[in-house]
């Protein structure tokens, strides 16, 4: 584990020039290796001796290659390093000099040093406030490093793994989910909430992505560990919108997150009954009140000054169709949306056959696909006129949430 000071001594000059040299060799290597193919003389040599030319250029080009993987999916995991570099280095620079001022120092294990200055009752309660903070520090600091030594291993491990571009064959956490293009571990990892997971990685109709780190859906957090907390404050969370009914959110409140704002989005009110699932999704398009709570949760991931989460009771069926909202909306095609949406059985332990209330059914999304199409045209209508975004609206959306 680091100490406290090494958090003061992040080189925030040389993690920026090293993003960008990762963005630039991800670029450069994967157009060497482009051109090593279409070179005519790949393609020309004949004979032994220049087969064996020919085997080796070949190898090198598949090497570019590999280079320019790594670096690509690597890019976002060292940005998202980068950043939470910058704002614990700001804290950790905040509350030194809170400490200074009161006649203490934070030692490099976290504790309170030099505290003369301050006796009696009061100075153990202020040096007790430090500690607890810079202590909060240094595990964020530790969950930061975790996280990029995890992303490290999961895009190298790919290279022995069998259908890892595509995510075939690949569990929650195996760093593979369906539909991600880039061996991309989207758990969050999360004790207390199993379905926490990033909805960043997926691939547009346009060739872009989705962002990591920016955007996560879950399951209700009245379980989070002390560990979960820590994890989701070292991915910069700032706001978590809760998608459950008021009596829900009154029997099992999410646990505080220090330092993120909340807010209620309540899907459907205390008297509310579907009289089914498919009835339920089809009401996510039809009913206005739900509507407006939608709209709600876009406009607070299009406003939000960082991460943000929304959740609701289990994470599969409001916070499903709120993601398939939002990964529409952003030009995901409507079968990658389908393989995410699905991913709450892996996560929930369901079987995707058994039609249980527990698991999610690909038919609920698709009578709420097929409402949308029946009653506004498409997803791109049901955004516009059912939800009422504007085109300025679901362009900021994508400025914020494509690279």
């Given at each position: 584990?680091?100490?406290?000071?090494?958090?003061?001594?992040?080189?925030?000059?040389?993690?920026?020039?090293?993003?960008?040299?990762?963005?630039?060799?991800?670029?450069?290597?994967?157009?060497?290796?482009?051109?090593?193919?279409?070179?005519?003389?790949?393609?020309?040599?004949?004979?032994?001796?220049?087969?064996?030319?020919?085997?080796?250029?070949?190898?090198?080009?598949?090497?570019?290659?590999?280079?320019?993987?790594?670096?690509?999916?690597?890019?976002?995991?060292?940005?998202?390093?980068?950043?939470?570099?910058?704002?614990?280095?700001?804290?950790?620079?905040?509350?030194?000099?809170?400490?200074?001022?009161?006649?203490?120092?934070?030692?490099?294990?976290?504790?309170?040093?030099?505290?003369?200055?301050?006796?009696?009752?009061?100075?153990?309660?202020?040096?007790?406030?430090?500690?607890?903070?810079?202590?909060?520090?240094?595990?964020?600091?530790?969950?930061?490093?975790?996280?990029?030594?995890?992303?490290?291993?999961?895009?190298?491990?790919?290279?022995?793994?069998?259908?890892?571009?595509?995510?075939?064959?690949?569990?929650?956490?195996?760093?593979?989910?369906?539909?991600?293009?880039?061996?991309?571990?989207?758990?969050?990892?999360?004790?207390?909430?199993?379905?926490?997971?990033?909805?960043?990685?997926?691939?547009?109709?346009?060739?872009?992505?989705?962002?990591?780190?920016?955007?996560?859906?879950?399951?209700?957090?009245?379980?989070?560990?002390?560990?979960?907390?820590?994890?989701?404050?070292?991915?910069g969370l700032r706001q978590v919108d809760d998608l459950r009914s008021p009596s829900e959110q009154?029997?099992?409140?999410?646990?505080?997150?220090?330092?993120?704002?909340?807010?209620?989005?309540?899907?459907?009110?205390?008297?509310?009954?579907?009289?089914?699932?498919?009835?339920?999704?089809?009401?996510?398009?039809?009913?206005?009140?739900?509507?407006?709570?939608?709209?709600?949760?876009?406009?607070?991931?299009?406003?939000?000054?960082?991460?943000?989460?929304?959740?609701?009771?289990?994470?599969?069926?409001?916070?499903?169709?709120?993601?398939?909202?939002?990964?529409?909306?952003?030009?995901?095609?409507?079968?990658?949306?389908?393989?995410?949406?699905?991913?709450?059985?892996?996560?929930?332990?369901?079987?995707?056959?058994?039609?249980?209330?527990?698991?999610?059914?690909?038919?609920?999304?698709?009578?709420?696909?097929?409402?949308?199409?029946?009653?506004?045209?498409?997803?791109?209508?049901?955004?516009?006129?059912?939800?009422?975004?504007?085109?300025?609206?679901?362009?900021?959306?994508?400025?914020?949430?494509?690279?």
């Amino acid at each position: 584990m680091r100490a406290f000071d090494e958090i003061l001594d992040w080189d925030l000059a040389a993690l920026e020039t090293g993003v960008d040299a990762v963005a630039k060799r991800s670029a450069g290597a994967a157009e060497y290796g482009s051109a090593v193919r279409t070179s005519p003389a790949f393609h020309g040599w004949t004979g032994a001796a220049s087969e064996q030319a020919g085997a080796f250029a070949g190898r090198h080009a598949d090497h570019s290659d590999q280079i320019a993987r790594h670096a690509k999916e690597l890019l976002g995991p060292l940005r998202d390093y980068a950043n939470g570099g910058k704002d614990l280095k700001g804290r950790a620079q905040q509350l030194a000099e809170q400490a200074a001022a009161h006649g203490c120092r934070i030692g490099p294990d976290g504790s309170v040093v030099d505290g003369a200055a301050r006796t009696g009752l009061y100075g153990r309660n202020i040096k007790q406030r430090f500690a607890a903070q810079a202590k909060d520090l240094i595990d964020q600091d530790a969950v930061l490093h975790r996280r990029l030594a995890d992303a490290i291993k999961t895009s190298y491990a790919n290279d022995s793994r069998a259908g890892a571009e595509t995510g075939a064959g690949a569990g929650p956490g195996d760093g593979a989910d369906a539909g991600s293009g880039a061996g991309f571990d989207r758990s969050l990892h999360l004790a207390g909430a199993t379905n926490a997971r990033d909805i960043g990685g997926y691939q547009t109709s346009d060739g872009r992505a989705v962002r990591t780190g920016a955007v996560f859906r879950s399951n209700r957090l009245e379980d989070l560990t002390d560990a979960d907390i820590a994890e989701l404050k070292a991915r910069g969370l700032r706001q978590v919108d809760d998608l459950r009914s008021p009596s829900e959110q009154a029997e099992a409140p999410d646990r505080e997150i220090p330092g993120v704002r909340t807010a209620s989005r309540p899907i459907f009110g205390d008297s509310y009954n579907s009289g089914g699932m498919t009835k339920l999704y089809t009401d996510f398009v039809s009913q206005p009140k739900e509507r407006a709570q939608f709209a709600a949760v876009l406009r607070d991931i299009e406003n939000s000054p960082g991460p943000i989460l929304y959740h609701c009771t289990s994470g599969k069926d409001r916070t499903g169709w709120t993601t398939a909202v939002l990964l529409s909306a952003l030009g995901v095609p409507r079968q990658t949306v389908e393989q995410d949406y699905m991913l709450s059985n892996d996560y929930l332990h369901q079987s995707p056959a058994a039609g249980s209330r527990d698991g999610v059914d690909s038919a609920w999304l698709d009578a709420a696909f097929a409402a949308a199409d029946k009653q506004y045209g498409g997803m791109d209508g049901y955004v516009r006129q059912g939800l009422g975004l504007s085109d300025a609206d679901v362009q900021a959306l994508r400025a914020k949430l494509l690279v």
